[in-house]
């Protein structure tokens, strides 16, 4: 039996990669992305600034070494930009006073919202890791917790911007994400 000629391949047409789309998009809306990652002003400026990324892990590396320079300011401005991650929806009302009392008295210790990765837990542990997070932080003194709060907001602001970017994946150097099953989005119109 014999066959008919084959056809050549059939090669689709390049599509853009998220990456691609970020690289090339006006600097407003570049910064407007990292805004919704970390909301500090001066890190989103210095990611955006040095746009084009080659890859993905490129981008990371710089978004990392951005989150590393934050000052005293812009931790604080990163810090009112989030949120406690969201709980379970069939989580009982018991469980939601004691993370609101807990939350409550890390904020009177600390003057911020309490941030933790949490990208690395099942969504069912999510609540005790962070209950167990925030009683254990809270006996911290206020430059330890900085310390503390800043390397969890960089594992946020890596985790979510690896989700905005096309679910990339996350290298195990971003150690812990902080956040609950939505990875702690920042607070509403932050």
């Known amino acids: ?43 989103s400026h210095r990611v955006a600034d040095h746009r084009p990324y080659p890859d993905l892990d490129s981008l990371l590396a710089a978004a990392d070494e951005a989150a ?23 989580t009982y009302s018991a469980a939601h006073m004691a993370l609101s009392a807990a939350h409550a008295a890390y904020e009177a210790r600390f003057g911020h919202a309490f941030v933790i990765y949490l990208g690395d837990t099942h969504p069912d542990e999510s609540l005790d ?16 917790e900085r310390v503390i709060a800043a390397e969890q907001l960089r594992r946020l602001a890596r985790s979510r911007l690896g989700t905005c970017l096309g679910g990339a994946r996350l290298h195990p150097s971003a150690a812990p994400p902080r956040g609950a099953t939505s990875d702690n989005a920042p607070a509403p119109g932050k």
Do not use: Q, V
């Open 1 to 43: 039996m014999t066959r008919g000629p084959t056809l050549p391949a059939h090669r689709l047409p390049y599509l853009p990669k998220p990456l691609d789309a970020f690289n090339a998009a006006p600097a407003d809306e570049a910064r407007a992305l990292l805004l919704r990652c970390l909301h500090s002003l001066r890190w």
């Open 68 to 90: 590393y320079d934050l000052s005293p300011t812009d931790l604080a401005e990163a810090l009112a930009g989030e949120s406690l991650p969201d709980l379970p929806a069939d």
């Open 129 to 144: 890791r962070t209950l167990e997070a925030i009683r254990s932080r809270l006996t911290n003194d206020p430059e330890e």
